[in-house]
Nanobody, 126 residues
């Protein structure tokens, strides 16, 4: 059973930065494609970024390209999402997710990820 625990969220002023972490346990972290999603109040969950098993490939939503950076440290069983130049519209609950099937492709489809963390709140004030 894979467990994912996010941390690093908080309240930040517009233009500020945060680094989110996703600590994984209960499985072989380096075999998982990882993704980050967010859900703003009253809106559907949306894909933010994904990273391949070893970290050589990444994928970003158009809305965060050049602003957010996804990374991972397989030795620490931890994934990261660096959030820079934050805007009020970046506010939401951020979730990390793991795709533990043998498929290696990064995907933006939430239904392709089979383990999820509990989420961490990011609030950006103007």
């Amino acid at each position: 059973q894979v467990q994912l625990v996010e941390s690093g969220g908080g309240l930040v002023l517009a233009g500020g930065s945060l680094r989110l972490s996703c600590a994984a346990s209960g499985g072989s972290f380096s075999r998982y494609v990882m993704g980050w999603f967010r859900q703003a109040p009253g809106k559907e969950r949306q894909f933010v970024a994904g990273i391949s098993r070893i970290g050589g490939r990444t994928m970003y939503a158009d809305s965060v390209k050049g602003q957010f950076t996804i990374s991972r440290d397989n030795a620490k069983n931890t994934g990261y999402l660096q959030l820079n130049s934050l805007k009020p519209e970046d506010t939401g609950v951020y979730y990390c997710a793991a795709r533990t099937t043998d498929v290696t492709a990064i995907t933006s489809r939430g239904e392709e990820y089979n383990y999820w963390g509990q989420g961490t709140q990011v609030t950006v004030s103007s």
